[in-house]
């Protein structure tokens, strides 16, 4: 079974900057397709960035292209979200999602983390 846990989150001001990880165990990191999703309140979860197992390719929601990075560390079996320039809207629980096909849709993904809390204060 894989067990997914996110770390990172905070409270941040607009403009700064942020990283947070996805650790993973029972299973590693470059085997499976690693995204990040993230749900303000009264809103849905949505897609915000995610990291090919295959090429490292990744893809993000037009909402943060140019301002977040996913990247993977397999040594640390760790896949990290930087959040730079930070808007208030960027409020939210961010999740860590796992899949072999995982892509940019949350039921693509089999397991999921607990989330962790960014709050963006204006």
């Known amino acids: 079974q894989v067990h997914v846990s996110e770390s990172g989150g905070g409270l941040v001001q607009a403009g700064d900057s942020r990283r947070l990880s996805c650790g993973v165990s029972?299973?590693?990191?470059?085997?499976?397709?690693m995204g990040w999703f993230r749900q303000a309140p009264g809103k849905e979860r949505e897609f915000v960035a995610v990291?090919?197992?295959?090429?490292?390719?990744?893809n993000y929601a037009d909402s943060v292209k140019g301002r977040f990075t996913i990247s993977r560390d397999n040594a640390e079996n760790t896949v990290y979200l930087q959040m730079n320039s930070l808007k208030p809207e960027d409020t939210a629980t961010y999740y860590c999602?796992?899949?072999?096909?995982?892509?940019?849709?949350?039921?693509?993904?089999?397991?999921w983390g607990q989330g962790t809390q960014v709050t963006v204060s204006s």
């Open positions: 029972g299973g590693t990191v470059n085997a499976y397709n």
């Open positions: 999602a796992v899949g072999r096909v995982g892509w940019n849709r949350d039921y693509q993904y089999n397991f």
């Open positions: 990291i090919s197992r295959i090429d490292g390719s990744t």
